[in-house]
């Protein structure tokens, strides 16, 4: 009796905990065959010539994806790295290691999703299933308490049905061995330079490193939870000037899941801002599974397109490079360039003065946050710039910056600090 090979193609779920597709192909194969591409569409240019993914997000990606080998590793694994169409990739070695299926999270967003129709089209020519997983939301599809196609378009409203009607599952266990075939070339990780990217300038002001992986991100959560601790049993104790987890790069490329966060933010009895943030998560991801790319599809309206400064290419550059004369905007945008993050209440009011006053086309800045966020991710980053702009039907903006007290905005980041060395707000 032959043997059974199941190839996992990792993608944004880069950690060998709580991963169903990692789990169910140990427990239901003989060998298994972990795999990541590096895909050039990812690193082409964008329609304004700049690279889809920038410098500051293909580190931290190189960094995840070399984590992964390494835990793999640790558990008698190894993860294939290979640079090209995962199409062409995947039937390659599904042919060569005589593979009997093909395991995946299924993705939202009209991109991934296209990415893994050839796939699936390329395999059934060898008679190959595509198996889709669901494994990058909080509370599973199934136990949503209404099909997709009802989910309301509201927030509000779906966070308290879910939260009334769904329980969040627990997490999963984590292979301790994986057997896997004889491999002959892994393959190695590509520089920046052979995926057409220059190194990161360095910038001192970046006091908040991030690296990718899996490693770094369970640190990450340990050092949250910890100095909230703290915080709270010195409640005029700060660590840093930006109070978020931070955990959204790691989020965004699947090194740590919701499901683990949660329940980390439960046993450590933490506010409801961080299962807050999750539950937003949730809600683009699944408006993106319901309308598809109609959730950010601009409206035919001839007075929103008339609206449009006339001179947005030259408004957008200003934007972009930190130069458009309001200090709090501008020290946003030099420490997003600087560092690829920016926390939420910032990116809202970037994207608002974006959109609002400087009545640029929305899309420019959404794909310039896809190029530079280390935390990237097209429902949330999408959705929320179409929030921002106004054009889905939903009935509420993530965060009311216009009705901000100014004393609540962040203005004690070092990239603020530098920008605005007039500006004092003593709290």
Known sequence: MSERTILVWFRNDLRIHDNEIL?????KADKVLPVYCFDPFYFRENPSGNPKTGNLRARFLLESVADLRK?????????????????EILLQLAEQYHVNE???????????????????TALWKIKLNLKHFIGHTLYHKEDLPFPIKDIPDSFAVF????????????????????????????GELPTL???????????????????????AALSQLDLFFLNEGQANTNKNTRNTTDHSSQLSP??????????????????????????????????????????????????NNEAEVSALADNQDELFESWKNGETGVPLVDAIIHQ??????????????????????????????????????????????????????????????RYAIAAKPAIQLETKSEFIDTWLPALHIVE
């Not at 308290?160 to 892994?186: F, Q, Y």
């Not at 009011?349 to 097209?378: H, Q, R, T």
Request: glycine fraction near 8%; charged fraction near 25%.
């Open 71 to 87: 835990n793999l590793r640790n558990i008698g694994g190894e993860l294939i790295v290979r640079i090209g169409n995962p199409a």
């Open 23 to 27: 789990l169910e192909a140990v427990r």
């Open 250 to 299: 790691w989020v965004a490329l699947g090194c740590v899941s919701l499901r683990h966060v949660y329940w980390e933010a439960i046993s450590h009895q933490h506010s409801s801002s961080l299962i807050l943030d999750l539950l937003w998560r949730d809600y683009f991801r699944f408006m993106f599974k319901k309308h598809g790319q109609k959730f950010i599809a601009a409206k």
């Open 193 to 215: 330079a052979e995926l057409g990217l220059e190194e990161p300038v360095g910038d001192p002001r970046s006091v908040n490193a991030f690296r990718g992986g899996e490693t």
């Open 336 to 397: 997003l360039n600087a560092t690829g993050y920016i926390n939420n209440t910032n990116r809202q009011i970037a994207a608002s003065f974006l959109v609002n006053d400087l009545k640029v086309d929305w899309v420019k800045g959404a794909a310039y946050f896809e190029e530079k966020l280390i935390d990237y991710s097209p429902a949330s980053n999408w959705g929320n710039w179409a929030f921002i702009a106004g054009v889905n039907d939903a009935r509420e903006s």
């Open 102 to 120: 093909v395991y995946h999270h299924r993705e939202v967003a009209h991109e991934e999703t296209e990415i893994s129709e050839q796939v699936e």
């Open 159 to 186: 966070k308290k049905k879910v939260e009334r009607d769904s329980n969040v599952r627990p997490c999963i266990g984590t292979p301790e061995k994986i057997s896997i075939p004889l491999i002959g070339d892994a």
